[in-house]
């Protein structure tokens, strides 16, 4: 499919923004279609083009992160960098930045200012803190997000320290958080002209999405504490041990519980005062003490066995996955296209992960790769009307 037939087609991106939660929300727009001109510093860009792992000297992180987009470089320090940004600001719809609040306006491009260039432009800031209170001035990480935000506190081991999760969540949860401010307000400018400013920041979509968790403590005054793989509200809910490696059990309800107990040959659980019934069995030293008779029936089977056969009561099971097996199983990979080649100038054939959103008209498949530095500027200054000679000029003055 053509960039034209996609979703967000037309639509002109400026995307400002390195590391992951702003290239996040970039590649997002990009994948369903959206002109995503991403703006590097020269002479080197955007510094992730150096992490690894890489490919003939091409960062594989930068790939995943900026797939899709256009590269110009633009030096925003110089008079004619301002010059040129400013013209760029006046064509776009979208612009996203992920500064700490305070570098944009001491470079002239607060939301008020492109606001004035471009009344209808819609401005996004991702930021670790967002763009107002005391601590926005702060610097924000995606582990500074999860530990301010109470997400580490209830993740890990009883006992043991807190535990950050095993993905940037903070930064993924910011990218999206961004995208979906922006399709709002061009929904929003859609219907009445207007453009808005979005201010996101990671910490806030933390603690948005432990709303479960601070709800109960709003509730109860109780402070939850680390689960482990446990689920607060039910059991057997929570990683269990086979001969050959572990798995998990979502068993949410009484019928679930009887069907579980069922199928490994245990009638006698759903007698067992201590199992007996939902509230019983969340409760210490309940799940405890069932955990061991579970991880005791599976230690003679492999995963596979005890996922195929606690699968046929239809009680939700699930191996748990390395990133081998996740990459390469069949529904994930190719079924779901969550991983996907494209082809690179440099690096020959590339895998990158795909877009979790499927939509049945205009697909978010991902089908370019990431832009070489640069690539663009032509194109793009020239639509400007700047001829290849001030180009050359400009490129000698480094101000592209």
Same mark, same amino acid.
């Given at each position: 499919?053509?960039?034209?037939?996609?979703?967000?087609? %037309?639509?002109?991106?400026?995307?400002?923004?390195?590391? +992951?939660? !702003?290239?996040?929300?970039?590649?997002?727009?990009?994948?369903? &279609?959206?002109?995503?001109?991403k703006i590097e510093?020269?002479?080197?860009?955007?510094?992730?083009?150096?992490?690894?792992?890489?490919?003939?000297?091409?960062?594989?992180?930068?790939?995943n992160m900026n797939r899709g987009k256009k590269s110009v470089t633009l030096n925003l320090k110089t008079k004619e960098g301002k010059e040129l940004f400013a013209k760029l600001i006046a064509e776009a719809d979208v612009l996203?930045?992920?500064?700490?609040?305070?570098?944009?306006?001491?470079?002239?491009?607060?939301?008020?200012?492109a606001k004035k260039i471009n009344p209808g432009i819609i401005y996004c800031s991702i930021?670790?803190?967002?763009?107002? %209170?005391?601590?926005?001035?702060?610097?924000?990480?995606? +582990?500074? !997000?999860?530990?301010?935000?109470?997400?580490?506190?209830?993740? &890990?081991?009883?006992?043991?320290?807190?535990?950050?999760y095993g993905v940037p969540i903070g930064d993924v949860l910011g990218g999206m958080n961004g995208a979906l401010g922006i399709l709002a307000a061009l929904h929003h400018r859609t219907r009445?002209?207007?453009?808005?400013?979005?201010?996101?920041?990671?910490?806030?979509?933390?603690?948005?999405?432990?709303?479960?968790?601070?709800?109960?403590?709003?509730?109860?005054?109780?402070?939850?504490?680390?689960s482990a793989n446990r689920y607060f509200n039910a059991y057997p809910y929570d990683s269990f041990s086979a001969k050959d490696g572990e798995y998990v059990i979502a068993c949410g309800t009484d019928p679930h519980f009887a069907a579980l107990a069922t199928v490994m040959g245990k009638p006698e659980l759903l007698e067992d005062p201590r199992f007996n019934d939902f509230v019983t069995r969340k409760s210490n030293p309940h799940m405890d003490e069932l955990k061991a008779i579970i991880d005791e029936w599976s230690s003679d089977k492999t995963v596979a066995e005890c996922v195929e056969l606690i699968m046929s009561v239809d009680i939700p099971v699930a191996p748990?996955?390395?990133?081998?097996?996740a990459t390469e199983d069949e529904h994930i990979r190719n079924a779901r296209e969550m991983f996907v080649e494209v082809e690179h100038p440099v690096a020959g054939k590339i895998t990158i992960t795909g877009n979790p959103i499927k939509m049945s008209a205009t697909p978010t498949?991902?089908?370019?790769?990431?832009?070489?530095?640069?690539?663009?500027?032509?194109?793009?200054?020239?639509?400007?009307?700047l001829d290849a000679e001030t180009l050359k000029a400009y490129k000698e003055k480094k101000i592209i």
């Open positions: 499919m053509t960039t034209e037939a996609k979703a967000l087609a %037309g639509v002109k991106v400026l995307d400002m923004t390195q590391f +992951l939660a !702003g290239p996040y929300c970039g590649l997002t727009l990009a994948d369903m &279609g959206a002109e995503v001109i510093n020269p002479p080197g860009g955007d510094f992730v083009r150096i992490a690894v792992p890489q490919i003939n000297g091409v960062s594989i992180y930068y790939e996203i930045e992920n500064n700490r609040p305070g570098v944009m306006e001491r470079l002239g491009f607060a939301y008020e200012d930021s670790g803190f967002g763009q107002t %209170g005391p601590y926005s001035q702060r610097p924000g990480y995606d +582990l500074i !997000g999860q530990a301010m935000s109470g997400a580490m506190s209830i993740t &890990g081991m009883e006992g043991h320290v807190p535990l950050k009445t002209g207007e453009g808005q400013h979005i201010d996101t920041a990671l910490v806030d979509g933390l603690v948005s999405s432990m709303l479960t968790n601070t709800m109960g403590y709003l509730v109860t005054g109780k402070v939850p504490g680390r748990i996955y390395d990133i081998k097996q498949t991902p089908t370019k790769c990431a832009p070489l530095l640069g690539q663009d500027n032509e194109s793009v200054y020239g639509s400007l009307g």
